[in-house]
């Protein structure tokens, strides 16, 4: 039998399987609240020991694009618990991916009251789709004070907790994908001369801070953290080698001095070895890798050393039964590109399964 279907066990991780489903924007939260559709979709794809949702926002600052989740209402957090119920009865473990766009977003997206905001005033290049406008470019961030910061950091928190209200699992912070997290990590983003920004132990800060926060409210047992190296996303230019790699080692072992319950890397052909290494070294828990993966890499990835969980994105999202396709050696559907963020069931709830 694949490792992938057997069972995992370690910590709280308590799984079906080594099968992980990845976080992916889906923009069907039609007035940022989750539903009745979404709950279908991830009723659809619990074969998956572990569901990870799709970035969630904390706080209204956080609504970069059209259509994603929220966490922080309490309308939003009674929402959510239709889809933990389903996903509980169906027997896998669902956690909740807190993502705060920072720049990566346009004032047309967000609520009332709620602003742009960033490391620095520093726009990201290139446009993003709004409902009300179309394409437009990226406006010029707000740059977070100090005092903003610890709201920042205050509001991941409560969302931490209505996570746990909710009936999740636990929550996973997105530190990657050129979001804010990530935007505080880059130097070319994160100009700041304060303390949070400059040096690698002031430029990780934040990630470690809002971890270490949400950890005391909730449990280090119940946190995940999303990481990507060397990632380019969201505008992020490239730096210097030897001071990401510097960075990735430091966030692993802080993280492991935080005793969370996983890192979540999103791999790319960029990432030296000895990153990957630095990483396992420095992170005693479990570690989940992700992008590009099929079946078969994903299984000798398993063997490999590095990974203790895969997850798939696009695998899960053409195929809601993948774990019984990888079981039959079946072949697998490909997503439709265009439905990817349409509102609406087509290319979301209509894939078939076997």
Known sequence: MNKLLMPYHKGALQL?????M???TRSRAIDNLPNQLMADYYTQRSGAGL???EGTAPSPDALGYSRIPGIFSNEQTE???????AVHTAGSKIFVQLMHTGRIGHPANLPAGARLVGPSTIKAAGDIWTDTLGKQTYPEPEMLTSDAIATVIEEFVHAARNAMEAGFDGVEL????????????NPHVNNR???WGGNITNRTRLAIRIVQEIAAAIGADKVGVRFSPYSTLGDLPAYDEQEVHDTYALLAKEMNNANIAYLHIGMSAIIPQKTFDAIRGGFKGTIILCNGLTPETAEQALHAGFADLVAFGRAFLANPDLEKRIAANAPLHQPDYNTLYTPGPVGYTDYLSL
Do not use: C, R, S
């Not at 079906?16 to 992980?20: A, C, D, E, S, T």
């Open 193 to 195: 001369t304060d303390e």
């Open 16 to 20: 079906k399987n080594h099968l992980v």
């Open 22 to 24: 990845a976080p992916m």
């Open 51 to 53: 569901i990870i949702t």
């Open 174 to 185: 997105h530190g990657a994908n050129g979001y804010l997290v990530e935007q505080f990590l």
């Open 79 to 85: 929402a959510w618990k239709a889809i933990t119920t």
